[in-house]
């Protein structure tokens, strides 16, 4: 979005809220729990449509993705962001069997 001054900056903030996403989903995958903690908001949402299970906040869901069982890995199928906010279309593998894909949506970087 175009300012005053001629700079875009809702352009640059929507890249720098994708690549946080990325990140995000990066630092779960090599299992950094302080580095997720530090990026999902307060109020994020993680929704598993297989199971219609919903977790709620950065606690909960930090706690429900530590306990996980398994030997589980992630991917993003597909990011969307704007300039705060992202959601995220996983796919999620557990062992040598896939799961179906889950969704993450959140404001990353907003943490505490």
Known sequence: MSQADGSFH??????????????????LKYRDWPGPADL?????VYEMP?????VRGRDAFLRFT?????DWYIR?????????????WLDVRVGTRPSPSRTS????GRGR
């Open 105 to 108: 949506r959140g404001r990353p």
């Open 50 to 54: 297989q199971t219609r299970e919903r």
């Open 10 to 27: 809702a352009v640059n903030d929507t890249a720098a809220t994708r690549q946080t996403a990325h990140d995000d989903v990066d630092r």
């Open 66 to 70: 530590i306990d996980y069982p398994g």
């Open 40 to 44: 999902l908001a307060g109020d994020v």
């Open 76 to 88: 993003i199928r597909r990011a969307v962001a704007d300039s705060r906010l992202a959601a995220l």
